[in-house]
């Protein structure tokens, strides 16, 4: 393996790791950057702490759906979105176009979407 495959496998390990020891803390891990040079492994982690358990995603649409026209009880609401039935899961107020949260029912996989194409299904 490359020294990059190596600090990849290295960094992905330390991201599940974080990820299991902030279960039941209400913290989430919302981004990490690795960068690597000459053996050394720098990781930058980013973290929220929602309220009640909430993701950072579920507490901006509480506190911006309005400035996108999007009701509030529709956060958790299963729509039918491009070809699948999805269910919203946040909102994403500093994102320029895909700015709302989905989350494909069947897959789990998530997934983000326009606002302008959500309030159709609404």
């Given amino acids: 393996m490359s020294e990059k495959a190596d600090i990849k496998v290295v960094a992905d390990k330390i991201r599940l790791a974080v ?3 902030l279960e039941g803390t ?3 891990l ?3 950057n690795a960068t690597f040079g000459g053996g050394d492994l720098n990781m930058t982690l980013r973290m929220f702490k929602g309220n009640n358990g909430q993701t950072k995603a579920e507490t901006e649409w509480e506190q911006y759906h309005d400035l996108f026209e999007l009701p509030k009880d529709a956060l958790g609401k299963e729509i039918p979105y491009a070809g699948k039935t999805m269910r919203i899961t946040g909102l994403k107020p500093n994102a ?3 700015n709302v949260c989905v989350m494909d029912v069947n897959s789990g996989k998530e ?3 326009p606002s302008e194409h959500i309030k159709r299904y609404l």
Avoid: I, M
């Fill in 96 to 98: 320029r176009k895909n």
């Fill in 30 to 32: 919302l981004k990490s």
């Fill in 26 to 28: 209400g913290y989430e």
């Fill in 19 to 21: 990820r299991e020891a």
């Fill in 111 to 113: 997934f983000v979407a």
